[in-house]
């Protein structure tokens, strides 16, 4: 169960600062986005977008960068981020609430909702609703519940699903939260979806198809559908600040198309603004061409893991080489480097480390690590194990170029 919330917390966070990223499409569809916070943006009409998927319409559920791409302006929670591109949107700013003020101790958080907040339907957002929240995130078994595990009584009440969760406290616009324990990156805890608010009442289940009241500059249009597409408007009672503007396009038409040549022919015909699909590599000089190219850093963190009961990797001389074995690394492309090893077979270095050892080892992504092949021939060879042929894979923890230039989450985008 602990490793299971391990990947869907990771998966969150993937999934949260790819989402951030792509959502600057939308904001920035007429012009270059200002690195400085901007309360007025100037309106354009209709921002068409195409992608690929999506999970879920309902931010208790959502976790892929599609939907939160979609979510990030419609839900949001009490604090943010800056809503500009480049390094300064990763700072965390206040959203319907003031920056929290922090006990001495690290575990007290206690803000401050700003005056007159509403919802999409008129209701007022009040701090009650931030508890309630909580608990229908833990009522709907949330994929983002484990953030908040260290809030005093959370794990006692995802246990028993009955009663409060004792470390939430409101009174008037006020929410105090105490934690366990002191946790350095619980303001970006705050930022993520899974803490936008809704309205105490909400139903404990997946609305999808008929989203809760919107708090942030867009509320989802009538009848959504997740798996065709949906359309986001403007929600006429949000009030902008100098870190969240209304946004440029007026409305939002998002199409779900699955297919990315189809996905980047709309786009180049015209009949789309923008798409997060994955150009086809044949089509990469066609869209370039047009004008119609534009790459954005990736914000995200990948991480992967290494079985340290299994050699070489239960070798601390293999895993703590130099400062780091990410740190020398070549990458091979995935295409080319399973090609060649069908070509040429084994290495012909085999004489000293037994037979079928390789002198460099591939993983399934085509990654060379020189520095665990060092490493290797350091080791005496009595440390060196026969069950060397049941090594796992050791992966990059950075992206093939080729796929973070044409293929990645947000690193590319076909823009109209």
Same mark, same amino acid.
Request: hydrophobic share 35%.
């Given at each position: 169960?602990?490793?299971?919330?391990?990947?869907?917390?990771?998966?969150?966070?993937?999934?949260?600062?790819?989402?951030?990223?792509?959502?600057?499409?939308?904001?920035?569809?007429?012009?270059?986005?200002?690195?400085? #916070?901007?309360?007025?943006?100037?309106?354009?009409?209709?921002?068409?977008?195409?992608?690929?998927?999506?999970?879920?319409?309902?931010?208790?559920?959502?976790? @892929?960068?599609?939907?939160?791409?979609?979510?990030?302006?419609?839900?949001?929670?009490?604090?943010?981020?800056?809503?500009?591109?480049?390094?300064?949107?990763?700072?965390?700013?206040? *959203?319907?609430?003031?920056? /929290?003020?922090?006990?001495?101790?690290?575990?007290?958080?206690?803000? @401050?909702?700003?005056?007159?907040?509403?919802?999409?339907?008129?209701?007022?957002?009040?701090?009650?609703?931030?508890?309630?929240?909580?608990?229908?995130?833990?009522?709907?078994?949330?994929?983002?519940?484990?953030?908040?595990?260290?809030?005093?009584?959370?794990?006692? =009440?995802?246990?028993?699903?009955?009663?409060?969760? *004792?470390?939430?406290?409101?009174?008037?616009?006020?929410?105090?939260?105490?934690?366990?324990?002191?946790?350095?990156? =619980?303001?970006?805890?705050?930022?993520? !979806?899974?803490?936008?608010?809704? #309205?105490?009442?909400?139903?404990?289940?997946?609305?999808?198809?008929?989203?809760?009241?919107?708090?942030? !500059?867009?509320?989802?249009?009538?009848?959504?559908?997740?798996?065709?597409?949906?359309?986001?408007?403007?929600?006429?009672?949000?009030? #902008?600040?100098?870190?969240? /503007?209304?946004?440029?396009?007026?409305?939002?038409?998002? @199409?779900?198309?699955?297919?990315?040549?189809?996905?980047?022919?709309?786009?180049?015909?015209?009949?789309?603004?923008?798409?997060?699909?994955?150009?086809?590599?044949?089509?990469?000089?066609?869209?370039?061409?047009?004008?119609?190219?534009?790459?954005?850093?990736?914000?995200?963190?990948?991480?992967?893991?290494?079985?340290?009961?299994?050699? !070489? =990797?239960?070798?601390?001389?293999?895993?703590?080489?130099?400062?780091?074995?990410?740190?020398?690394?070549?990458?091979? /492309?995935?295409?080319?480097?399973?090609?060649?090893?069908?070509?040429?077979?084994?290495?012909?270095?085999?004489?000293?480390?037994?037979?079928?050892?390789?002198?460099?080892?591939?993983?399934?992504?085509?990654?060379?690590?020189?520095?665990?092949?060092?490493?290797?021939?350091?080791?005496?060879?009595?440390?060196?194990?026969?069950?060397?042929?049941?090594? #796992?894979?050791?992966?990059?923890?950075?992206?093939?170029?080729?796929?973070?230039?044409?293929?990645? !989450?947000?690193?590319?985008?076909?823009?109209?």
């Amino acid at each position: 169960m602990r490793s299971r919330q391990g990947l869907i917390r990771l998966l969150s966070v993937l999934a949260l600062m790819a989402g951030l990223a792509l959502m600057t499409a939308a904001y920035a569809v007429s012009a270059n986005r200002p690195q400085s #916070p901007v309360a007025h943006t100037k309106s354009v009409g209709t921002f068409r977008a195409v992608i690929d998927t999506i999970d879920y319409l309902d931010t208790s559920q959502a976790y @892929t960068a599609q939907s939160l791409w979609a979510l990030w302006t419609v839900y949001e929670t009490l604090v943010t981020y800056r809503h500009v591109a480049g390094a300064a949107g990763y700072q965390v700013v206040p *959203g319907l609430a003031s920056l /929290p003020k922090i006990s001495r101790g690290g575990k007290v958080y206690t803000l @401050t909702l700003r005056k007159g907040l509403k919802y999409s339907n008129g209701k007022p957002i009040r701090a009650a609703d931030f508890k309630c929240t909580m608990k229908r995130d833990f009522l709907t078994a949330s994929p983002g519940v484990g953030f908040y595990d260290t809030i005093v009584g959370a794990k006692k =009440f995802e246990t028993s699903l009955k009663g409060d969760i *004792g470390g939430i406290k409101t009174k008037g616009r006020t929410i105090k939260i105490t934690l366990t324990s002191p946790r350095g990156d =619980f303001l970006t805890i705050l930022a993520e !979806p899974f803490a936008a608010l809704v #309205p105490c009442g909400t139903a404990n289940q997946d609305l999808s198809a008929n989203p809760p009241p919107a708090s942030g !500059p867009y509320k989802i249009g009538p009848n959504p559908d997740k798996n065709r597409g949906f359309s986001l408007v403007r929600n006429k009672y949000f009030k #902008p600040t100098k870190y969240i /503007p209304r946004g440029t396009p007026n409305r939002v038409d998002v @199409t779900i198309v699955g297919d990315a040549d189809a996905a980047v022919q709309r786009v180049i015909s015209g009949q789309a603004d923008y798409t997060n699909a994955a150009i086809p590599p044949e089509r990469i000089g066609t869209v370039s061409n047009r004008g119609q190219l534009r790459l954005r850093k990736s914000a995200n963190t990948y991480y992967f893991w290494m079985n340290t009961r299994v050699y !070489p =990797f239960n070798k601390l001389k293999v895993c703590h080489h130099r400062e780091h074995p990410a740190a020398d690394v070549s990458v091979v /492309p995935q295409a080319d480097a399973v090609q060649a090893q069908r070509r040429q077979g084994p290495p012909a270095d085999q004489s000293s480390r037994g037979q079928g050892r390789r002198r460099h080892r591939l993983g399934p992504a085509g990654v060379r690590l020189p520095a665990v092949d060092d490493a290797l021939r350091e080791l005496p060879e009595r440390d060196r194990s026969e069950d060397d042929a049941e090594v #796992p894979a050791a992966v990059d923890l950075r992206h093939d170029e080729r796929q973070q230039r044409h293929e990645g !989450p947000d690193g590319l985008g076909a823009v109209a």
